[in-house]
Each structure stands twice: as C-alpha cells, then as structure tokens.
C-alpha cells in the first residue's frame, strides 16, 4: 500500500469529525479530576446538572460488568466506588455508544461482554482498580466505529474481504487501510486525554507487547476479546477468534482450574449483561411519550 495513502486514513481517522462531539463536561471534568482540591461532591454536583447524562452513567454503573451488590443510586457514590478517571471515561462512553448502539447494536453487545470478562479476570489476578480494567474492555473496539464513520467505502471494502476470503476484520483492515481498527481506537482514546491506563490496552489489545506501561491490563482486555469471542458473543459480521498472544499468557499466569471459574463466574454475569442490553434497546426503540 502507498504510504501516502495510509497517511491520509491516519489524518481522516485521527480528525474524526462524524463521531460526535464529546459533551465539554468532560473538559471540565479533565481539569477537576487533576486539581487536588475537587471534592467527590464537587464532581457530583457538575456531572448532576446533565440529567440525561447522568441516567446513562448510573444506568452504566449499575449494569452486571461492574457487579456491584448494592444499587448505586446517586453520582456522588459512582465517584466514591470507581474513582474519578472511571466515572470520566464512564461519560465519554455513554457518549459514543449512544452511537454504537444506533450504528452496530451486536458491537455494543460484544463490547459489554468483554468488559464483563475483564472484570472477572482483573478481580481473580487481584490487579488495583478492576474498574478501569472494565472499562478498557468496554472500549476496546471504539476504533471500529472510527472507520464505519469516517472511512464508509473503506468499511464496505473490509466487509467484502472478510465475506468473500473469510478473513477477520483485523486481517481486512490491515489489506485495506494498512492499520487496525486498535490502532485508530488508541488515536481517540489519546484525543479525549484519556489516562493511559485505558489508552494503551485499546491500542494493544490485540498485542500487549506494544504496551509500554499497561502490559498486564492489555492482556486482560486481549484474553477476554478471546474469551468472549468463545461464547460467540456479539458481532456477528466478525465471527473468527483471534489468537492468544503468548506473551498474554504469560503475563496472566492463569492455570486450567483458573479458566473454569471464570468461565462459570462470566456465564452467570453475561445472562444480566444481556437483559441489560436488551432493555437499552427497547428503550431506544418505545414511542415518544411512553
């Protein structure tokens, strides 16, 4: 492929001008979450005055991938439970799969399972924070509606390659554009100052070697990509399971007894998850005024 042509999906992808805009609470909320100062209430109050906003991150909160026991009911306590980097990224989420949900209803479904799968996963190995774990698996993909939007031709191609040679969207990608959809999802999630610890296992989830600083949470994020693929979960246009990352394995650690139990623990979480999928999309779908 022509580098120069590569070049000019690098600048249509990184520009993004179809995706919409983010909502400038999340600027506000950039320069509060770095000011030692903010009170959880503080925060509170500023994300409390976007009521629809609002409903969506504790609609998001409460759903199975997080698996609180309690009902979360109020911004002050979301802050409180899962930190204000989460409940930032939390936002920029509700934002863009508003989207998701409109333009490819299976890839939100597949991304809410692997987000699922990376919090079981995150909270067996013990790792610090399993919520921004989670929530670098509910992005992981976010670079695929990247190129659905900014790149419609270049996406009916990739389609075509991966019907008629049964290759894997990523293959497809890679002939086409001459990058990934990872790597485009890695290119957002850097322009929405998102911190690195969920920029680099969108970029790198499908090579946690290229990880810098966020190996171990790159790995989860790839091994439950892998997992959830396993339970043919979401995304039915791009059905191949990719393959595991050697260096993946190694950096998990994880034993067979270890599989069965979170393959048990991801079986009783994914039937919520699905409900939870399942009542977004009747909401979206009820008439005005119901």
């Known amino acids: 492929m022509e580098e120069a042509k590569r070049q000019d999906f690098r600048a249509a992808l990184r520009q993004t001008k179809n995706l919409p805009t983010l909502p400038g609470i999340v600027s506000k909320l950039a320069r509060m979450a770095d000011d030692p100062d903010t009170t959880t209430e503080h925060m509170g109050r500023v994300i409390g005055q976007d009521y629809i906003l609002s409903a969506k991150l504790l609609k998001l909160v409460n759903s199975a991938f997080y698996g609180f026991p ?88 990739i389609n075509r390659l991966m019907r008629e040679r049964r290759m894997s969207m990523r293959q497809a990608e890679l002939e086409v554009l001459g990058l990934d959809h990872a790597e485009a999802g890695g290119w957002l999630a850097k322009g929405w100052n998102l911190p690195k610890k969920l920029i680099e296992p969108v970029a790198c989830h499908h090579d946690p070697r290229k990880a810098h600083d966020e190996q171990l949470s790159s790995a989860i994020v790839h091994f439950s990509d892998i997992v959830i693929r396993g339970f043919g979960y979401g995304h039915a246009t791009d059905r191949k399971v990719p393959m595991l990352s050697k260096r993946a394995w190694e950096l998990l650690g ?19 998850v699905k409900g939870f999928s399942l009542e977004i999309k009747a909401e979206d779908q009820a008439p005005e005024g119901n």
């Open 70 to 157: 309690q009902r979360i009911s109020s911004i002050s306590s979301a802050i409180i439970l899962l930190g204000f980097n989460v409940v930032k990224s939390l936002i920029i989420s509700a934002s863009i799969f508003e989207v998701m949900e409109d333009q490819d209803v299976e890839l939100w479904q597949h991304s809410l399972g692997c987000a699922v799968v990376s919090s079981v996963i995150a909270s067996r190995l013990g790792v610090k924070d399993p919520e921004e774990v989670s929530t670098a698996g509910l992005i992981h993909d976010i670079g695929k509606v990247a190129i659905k939007m900014e790149l419609p031709e270049e996406y009916e191609m």
């Open 254 to 272: 994880l034993a067979p007894a270890d599989i069965d139990a979170i393959v048990e623990q991801v079986e009783e979480k994914l039937w919520d």
